[in-house]
């Protein structure tokens, strides 16, 4: 399989899956997001591969969620952002390797995720309401049944940013580690998770899915409803603006 955006390694029962865009802190891309469902379900349906580890290239970033300056050209309009579902539908524990930065996609594909191992150095929080980036349905409320209503609205209204350890109280992240002891912590986690009956693994994971089928599928259904010609309003350009310019954006006529 050849990709673009990524890197794909599969290894003693671990598949590896990298986001391979350092000099945009891993952000993604259509691309990247076509190329991480391909190898996640690659990874799904092979039988040598028993636990999938997603990270990002280098130390500065997990992933920093959509690309601005592609998103600024349009390309969340029409774009299914369906990461969550395709981890969620691999029966494979998932373990999200927070190297950096996890910010927007970033910080929600590693909550999706079912381990969340992280250096000191990460840090973590949404961005869509400072980018113009209209993130809807189950990537959102997904977050209520894992730190409650209060803490996930603080996280997605306010786009606040978090440490590692913050997060670990919140319990978002399951281990917290030196950057240079994080591959040993990931490979402990892996070995544990190798060592049991991957059977039973799939049934629990499925079961634990099961609670949130019905999130799933919501897409851009509140965005068309609440503001149906919104990607032609000018607010999503003035955000996406605002953060290439380094600038607050003022989406005060929007209100």
């Known amino acids: 399989m050849e990709f673009q955006d990524i890197l794909y390694e599969k290894k003693d029962g671990v598949a590896r899956i990298t986001i391979n865009r350092p000099k945009s802190y891993n952000a993604f891309t259509g691309v990247t997001i076509q190329e991480l469902n391909r190898a996640i379900e690659d990874a799904a349906t092979d039988h040598s591969v028993g636990v999938v580890v997603l990270t990002g290239t280098g130390d500065k970033a997990f992933c920093a969620g959509g690309d601005v300056k592609w998103e600024a050209e349009g390309g969340l309009k029409g774009q299914p952002y369906n990461l969550n579902e395709t981890v969620g539908r691999c029966l494979k524990p998932v373990i999200a390797r927070v190297n950096g930065y996890a910010i927007g996609g ?83 986690w892996c070995d544990e998770i190798l060592s049991l009956s991957p059977t039973c693994l799939k049934v629990m994971k499925a079961s634990f899915e099961a609670e949130f089928d019905y999130l799933r599928g919501t897409g851009h259904r509140n965005v068309e409803m609440i503001s149906p010609h919104y990607f032609e309003s000018g607010e999503q350009q003035e955000g996406a603006a605002a953060f290439l310019e380094k600038r607050k954006p003022d989406c005060s006529k929007w209100r």
């Open 106 to 188: 970033g910080n929600h594909l590693a909550y999706f995720c079912d381990f969340t191992i992280a250096a000191e150095h990460a840090i973590f929080g949404q961005n869509g309401a400072r980018v113009g980036s209209p993130a809807s349905g189950a990537i959102v409320n997904f977050l209520t049944h894992q730190v409650g209503h209060k803490r996930a609205r603080e996280m997605w209204l306010l786009c606040r940013r978090y440490t590692a350890r913050q997060m670990l109280d919140w319990g978002l992240v399951n281990s917290v580690v030196p950057y240079d002891k994080l591959d040993e912590e990931v490979q402990k």
